[in-house]
């Protein structure tokens, strides 16, 4: 659209002079939903926004441009949407595009409609209200700004339910939902200058009307008793509004069966089935090879849902699908209702509403016709009809019009669902998935001698756990020999069954649910299943899932588990009860189950490799675990008590030397992932003193700081070994000598270096007294030589080690430990030398072990 005198496709004189006076009340794009929601994924306000360059602004007002500039206006037309705004909006908005650029080429005005719809949605919502800067905002060219929020202020606004219908009411009318249509041109508000929505609301009226009158004189065939004449009637008015409730019940109850049957079967998710069975006398010679899935040659069928005692007033459901190309399923049947469905020939019901043709075949005057907007359908024919008078002017073509398949009334009452049976010790379990809407299960048990077993109620959230090879999931088609409940053949006007619960697609899984049967003796055994469900005559139940499972002997539970150190090293344990099982020793990898627990006894962790069969345990070094007995009988098993020990790392490298009296210096290394170390002083046998104690050490002050400990002076043996990690545990005793040390009683040697007496004028040699020190007691054998050394250099370097220098005098550890204290004189050294310094060392025998009490060192000076 170009100049100034077009537009009137929304009232008339749209120029800027007469300031709009016919916006849209609805965009009237079919699947205008399908637009909305491309737009919004691309994140735009409105769809002007695509059309628009950057820096560019939008005319609306007499057809779409876009303005680049002063004097620079483009028409956007299904070329400029292909090229510049296709360029500019990329792969992601590739479809919206091309969906414009269609809808352009079959309604010049049909975007300038949405786009104005949408801008004045934005300034009704606006909170600044419909203000010449609000259209301006929006991208509008500021010479259409004023006149465009003019008009928006004049145009009734739309709440949400009127949105919805405006959106929707072309969809509803191109598909022929005529009853949908009029509620949503119910809830709009008057068309006032939108001529192209005037029409349509026509159209709708005129529809509405024809079919009602159509109704009226079908109900009156009906009562007269004339079915046939009732049945074409009906079929009329649902061609004209195949989702007219009355219509189509109409032809439910007064058609003519032919042409196949529509079967609806209930599947275990809940949902229907329906398929089209044709029969061969509904086929014309031929006609099976080219007839497809649905047996019909070349129909299109549309399949509706009716619901007992669903109101009148409330627009028949489609479900998605034909029957003609494959089974079609109904994912939202209405749980515990009855439901019927009829397939009518898709035919007879054109996008864009009944047809002129079929207007007239209906008894609709040209000027409906003509209102509707309807185009000629497309017709389907098989056969010859079944009355002639039943099918006037205008319905019959070369061979006929296909009627109408209905199927059965069904009740939707789906199967419990994953029925789950399982044998423990003298008992079965089941448990299942009760469908959403039932109001309970019956659950039947028969046992060897074909007599019920009698069980416990109905436990909620229970879920039967049993090893595998004791449980199996049941599903699939039930045993034979019991029929559904099933409703009456005819639809009537009262309601069969209970209020439903909210329709929709009821995956089995309403709810987990089981029982628990007890104190059976083996043997085979069948569980039966039904869901129950309320309608208006009691309830009624599900034909029911059985299935079978054997109850199979147990083992004896062990009741006692116990451990305590082996003399020697490692632990003892010892149980109670299993007789006649094998009992296992085991660690699970998690927690440990509950004493009792049934189990699969190829599904236990393996047993302990470091106990044996009579409870001898040598865990390694480091361990710290949680053992269980388990008590196993063939393909069974039982989980016992449990108990946790514990070998603490050994300790390596232990090691003690006497540093002053009555004290010592430990060192070791520090065990792998130990966090604490325990040193263990007790008197060694034979000792005279001190008492056992234990000295925790931390990691990190050993390392800074080592290990002193006061031991006393007798002969202590020290133990040292890594902390246990948990005071629950049973720690298991260490082999041998290992992480132990004998320290020997304190045992010192002192010396001394005194300066010789005078005699007359002259001093006397330097004499060496060495004393044998054991505040202990007895210093024991071995004890090493006491050497005096003098240093080398002319005595003047003091010796760190006995071969540093010349040894002056010695004396033995036998004669220490025979006097206790030895005197003697020092030669000088070299004769006639001046004052040189000495120092003694210990050598030989228990060097290592015997303290050097060494004087001050500016004392050792031989003068």
């Not at 004189?13 to 965009?27: I, K």
Request: net charge neutral; charged share 20%; glycine share 14%.
């Amino acid at each position: 659209m170009t100049g100034t005198g077009t537009g009137t496709g929304f009232g008339h004189a749209l120029g800027l002079s007469r300031a709009l006076t016919g916006l849209p009340v609805a965009p009237l794009v079919e699947r205008y939903g399908e637009l909305a929601t491309a737009q919004h994924e691309l994140g735009l306000g409105h769809l002007g926004e695509l059309l628009v360059p950057p820096g560019g602004r939008l005319r609306v007002l007499d057809g779409v441009f876009v303005v680049e500039g002063p004097g620079r206006r483009r028409h956007v037309g299904a070329a400029v949407l292909r090229g510049p705004v296709a360029a500019r909006g990329g792969p992601a908005a590739a479809g919206l595009v091309e969906r414009l650029a269609e809808i352009q080429e079959r309604d010049p005005a049909a975007l300038r409609r949405i786009l104005l719809y949408q801008l004045v949605q934005l300034l009704h919502d606006d909170p600044r209200g419909n203000r010449p800067e609000t259209a301006a905002a929006l991208g509008i060219d500021p010479a259409e700004a004023a006149a465009l929020a003019q008009a928006a202020a004049g145009r009734a606004r739309l709440d949400a339910s009127g949105r919805a219908a405006a959106e929707g009411l072309e969809d509803a009318w191109a598909q022929g939902r005529i009853r949908a249509a009029a509620l949503c041109a119910a809830a709009l508000p008057p068309a006032g200058g939108d001529r192209l929505l005037t029409d349509r609301l026509i159209g709708i009226a005129a529809r509405v009307r024809d079919t009602d009158a159509l109704l009226e004189e079908a109900r009156a065939r009906e009562d007269a008793g004339d079915r046939e004449g009732a049945a074409a009637r009906y079929g009329r008015a649902a061609r004209l509004a195949w989702d007219c409730p009355r219509a189509v019940r109409g032809l439910v109850r007064t058609r003519t069966p032919s042409h196949g049957r529509l079967t609806a079967a209930l599947a275990p998710t809940g949902a229907v089935e329906l398929r089209h069975l044709p029969t061969a006398e509904d086929e014309p010679p031929g006609a099976s090879e080219a007839a497809g899935v649905g047996g019909l040659s070349g129909a299109s069928w549309r399949v509706v849902r009716l619901t007992r005692g669903e109101p009148l007033t409330v627009p028949l459901t489609e479900v998605p699908g034909d029957p003609a190309d494959g089974p079609v399923t109904d994912p939202h049947a209405p749980l515990t209702r009855e439901v019927r469905y009829v397939a009518l020939p898709r035919g007879t019901a054109t996008a864009g509403g009944a047809a002129a043709g079929s207007a007239a075949a209906a008894g609709v005057g040209p000027d409906a016709a003509r209102a509707s907007g309807s185009r000629t359908p497309a017709r389907v024919r098989v056969g010859a009809p079944a009355d002639e008078a039943a099918w006037e002017a205008g319905e019959v073509g070369e061979v006929g019009e296909v009627g109408p398949l209905v199927s059965a009334v069904l009740l939707v009452a789906p199967e419990v669902g994953e029925l789950v049976l399982a044998d423990g010790r003298a008992r079965i379990e089941a448990s299942w998935l009760r469908p959403a809407g039932a109001v309970g299960v019956e659950v039947t048990v028969t046992g060897p001698d074909g007599r019920t077993v009698p069980h416990g109620p109905v436990i909620p959230g229970f879920t039967a756990a049993a090893p595998a090879t004791a449980a199996r999931a049941a599903s699939g088609n039930p045993r034979p020999g019991r029929t559904a409940a099933t409703a009456p053949a005819a639809h009537g006007s009262g309601d069969a069954g209970a209020d439903p619960v909210a329709p929709g697609a009821y995956p089995v899984g309403g709810g987990s649910e089981g029982v628990r049967v007890g104190g059976l003796a083996a043997g085979p055994y069948a569980v039966r299943v039904r869901a129950r469900y309320a309608g208006a005559r009691g309830d009624v139940s599900s034909v029911g899932v059985e299935r079978d499972v054997t109850v199979h002997a147990w083992p004896e539970a062990v009741v006692g588990l116990g451990a305590r150190a082996r003399d020697g090293g490692g632990l003892r344990l010892h149980w109670t009860g299993g007789a006649g099982a094998d009992v296992r020793i085991v660690q699970w990898p998690g927690a440990a189950p509950a004493e009792g627990t049934e189990l699969a006894a190829d599904a236990l962790p393996p047993a302990l490799p470091w106990v044996d069969a009579s409870g001898a345990a040598d865990p390694p070094p480091g361990t710290l675990a949680t053992v269980s007995a388990v008590a196993v009988l063939g393909e069974r098993a039982l989980a016992g008590p449990s108990t946790a020990v514990e070998a603490p790392q050994p300790v390596v490298g232990l090691a003690a030397h006497r540093t002053t009296a009555g004290r010592a210096r430990i060192t070791f290394d520090w065990p792998e992932d130990a966090g604490r170390v325990v040193v263990a002083t007790a008197p060694a046998a034979g000792g005279r003193s001190g008492e056992p104690s234990e000295h925790p050490v931390v990691r990190a002050v050993f390392l800074r700081e080592g290990l002193e400990l006061p031991v006393g002076p007798g002969a202590v043996r020290i133990t040292a070994y890594a902390a246990p990690r948990s005071s629950l545990a049973t720690v298991a005793a260490p082999f041998g000598d290992a992480g132990q040390v004998l320290l020997p009683a304190d045992v010192a040697i002192a010396y001394q270096v005194l300066p010789g007496q005078r005699r007359m004028l002259r001093r006397g040699p330097s004499v060496l007294r060495v004393t044998l020190l054991a505040p202990g007691g007895d210093p024991g054998a071995g004890l090493p030589d006491f050497v005096l050394v003098a240093g080398a250099a002319g005595g003047t370097a003091r010796p760190h080690r006995a071969a540093e220098g010349t040894e002056l005098c010695r004396v033995t550890g036998s004669e220490l430990a025979a006097a206790g204290t030895v005197e003697r004189e020092i030669a000088p050294h070299p004769p006639a030398a001046g004052p040189y310094a000495v120092r003694g060392f210990l050598l030989g025998g228990r060097a290592a072990s015997v303290r050097l009490d060494e004087p001050s060192l500016t004392s050792l000076v031989v003068r």
